[in-house]
């Protein structure tokens, strides 16, 4: 239980301090600055369309989930419903996999957010030659390491597995 | 969050459950070894559903994946949904499970494998046909009468 409220603390910060980023794009820019932002930059021995198909194949899989959770204790009770929606992008040369997370219930979330829900992890794919691709990902610097380690383990294709999202 | 002590639930949710749950019994052949890894604390359950010709699903039962491999017979002349649930509930981390499901569609006289891996925070199911070896797509039900 002890990366869920590190993460929402993460992401209150990052929704908070400023107005949320509205799109990938604004994500990518507004990570590298951030208090709890972290980029991530790497290179695996894969063609980038490889890595591509990967995302394609298993974000819909792993990331298209809700999680709720209950709480209650010290006469308090709160439950939020949080849904991820994954998002796959190919271009001609760069894949871009956003994910985005909405919550409902009791839970405030401040600033104006994009619909589907603030971003929550962005991850490129681009060639770098030779059969190798570039990855930057950009996420929270906290809470986020099993899904950070997930996108790395599809990108290098050495992991395929599915991240437990109860444990962001 | 808070930092005081707490009771949570929390759920992942792929396909929905079954309201209650009953043993798995099939005494033909078996056909599908289900081979487990998981960490420690973590406990595990395959759910078998028949899939009608509709796509409409029928519950048949549950099987502990309690030990490293478990065999057991699979209908061989009509889909399943196989639902594998992992359980990471705690006393301090609460109630929680994730399951992921997995539409098995058997040829006939064929016999079939699925590992099941929760290690780290992450799990997979993986499908296979026995001997062949080969790793058959993964499909989930949704994509029943897609073809």
Redesign the interface.
Known sequence: ?KT??IL??ALSVLAGCAQNPQNAEEFRQYIPRATFGAKQTYEVERPWQEVAKTFQARAP?CLN??????????G?YSNVLATYKPTVVVGASRAELHLQRKLKGNVIVPGKEPEGGNYMLVADATPVGRGRTRIDVYAPSLGAD?LV??IN?WASGK?????????H | MHGRARLAALAVVFAAGCAGTRPYVNDAPANLAVRTELDRGVRATLGIHRVAADCSREYRGTVKLDRPVIKIAVPPDTPSYLVVSFDTSSFFGGARSVSAGVLLEPRPGRSYEISVAYRDSQYDVALREAGSGRELPRRDLVTCGAR
């Not at chain 1, 989930?65 to 010290?74: I, L």
């Open positions: 239980m869920a409220p929402l603390a899989e989930v809700s999680v709720r959770t209950v709480e209650s204790g010290g308090s099993t380690k997930t383990g992991n395929l597995g599915c991240p437990d999202m109860t444990k």
